[in-house]
């Protein structure tokens, strides 16, 4: 979104649930979020998919990513 001074406002920064875990959340966007706020086990084998029950890939979370400036 463009101001008509030209500034670009972006999206909140993602902010981690209070008690989330892989366990809890129930959309790969969640758990996006989870990661990007600091949960760093919900991607703890290195593949950058966090909570694999609900992320099925990189190309996934690099798209959700991408829309909530993480």
Do not use: F
């Not at 008509?4 to 999206?11: L, Y």
């Not at 966090?50 to 990189?58: A, D, I, K, S, W």
């Amino acid at each position: 979104m463009s101001w008509p001074s030209g500034r670009t406002v972006r999206p909140p920064k993602a902010t981690l649930v209070a008690g989330a875990t892989c366990k809890t959340v129930s959309t790969c966007k969640a758990a996006v979020k989870l990661w990007c706020s600091g949960h760093r086990p919900a991607a703890g084998d290195g593949d950058g998919v966090p909570c694999e029950n609900v992320c099925h890939g990189l190309e996934q979370v690099n798209k959700i990513r991408e829309k909530i400036d993480c």
